[in-house]
């Protein structure tokens, strides 16, 4: 089962345009993570964000976290062709049954035109 | 540094047969996670391995079970083959079992 929702669930932007990702999940999370996909391979990790942090940056990304809300943002600034992929959520529970498990969200797919 | 290694890359069994998919990790990582992708159902954990130990298990029938060897590489067989097992298989390696995981490329299973 699916921790919890992304949105949109798919989005088409224009190189150089920002892309954001939103991502709500259900219960407490020691960290939340996002991950990329291109066409159906193996993911690739972003970014963490442990559940005391609020904000974090890498590069073009930055995640924000809302623990009251349960929700977390991904923002891909100036946006490249290939950036075009899959994003998905994922959460670590907290907990020693956590161990080895991400609980992922459906994905957004991310279409940026050159 | 080696990548996270899954073999075979596609494999396509008949229904009622049964399949070993392996999955090498980083040098070093100790925990390996397997998680199954379908269209319909999204990613799935199916189980953990640490150590050789089984740590924590997904809602999946027994017919998908594991092991992992003490250099730290891992199977994963499932029995008794239905159409609905086909699916892209990831495995994913970290040091620990927390934070951060490196992903396979993934075997992708048909079921005939």
């Known amino acids: 089962s699916q921790q919890g929702e992304e949105d949109p669930q798919a989005l088409s932007i224009q190189e150089g345009e920002n892309a954001t990702m939103n991502c709500s999940y259900k219960?407490?999370?020691?960290?939340l993570q996002w991950y990329r996909q291109n066409s159906g391979r193996g993911l690739v990790h972003l970014i963490l964000i442990r559940s005391n942090e609020r904000e974090k940056h890498s590069g073009r990304l930055r995640v924000t976290l809302d623990t009251s809300k349960k929700s977390s943002s991904l923002l891909i600034t100036a946006s490249r062709a290939a950036d075009t992929a899959s994003y998905f959520c994922a959460t670590a529970a907290r907990g020693g049954t956590s161990y080895g498990k991400l609980t992922f969200g459906q994905g957004t797919i991310l279409t940026v035109h050159p | 540094k080696a990548g996270v290694t899954q073999t075979p890359r596609y494999l396509i069994k008949t229904r009622g047969q049964q399949v070993t998919l392996s999955c090498s990790p980083i040098s070093g990582h100790r925990s390996v996670s397997w998680y199954q992708q379908t269209p319909g159902q999204g990613l799935q954990f199916l189980f953990e391995?640490?150590?050789?130990?089984?740590?924590n298990k997904g809602n999946f029938p027994g017919r998908f079970s594991g092991r992992q060897f003490s250099n730290s590489r891992s199977e994963m067989n499932v029995s008794t083959l239905e159409l609905g097992d086909s699916a892209l298989y990831l495995c994913?390696?970290?040091?620990?079992?927390?934070?951060?995981?490196?992903f396979g490329s993934g075997t992708r299973l048909t079921v005939v």
């Open positions: 391995y640490f150590s050789e130990t089984q740590r």
């Open positions: 219960t407490s999370i020691n960290n």
């Open positions: 994913a390696s970290s040091p620990e079992g927390q934070d951060g995981y490196t």
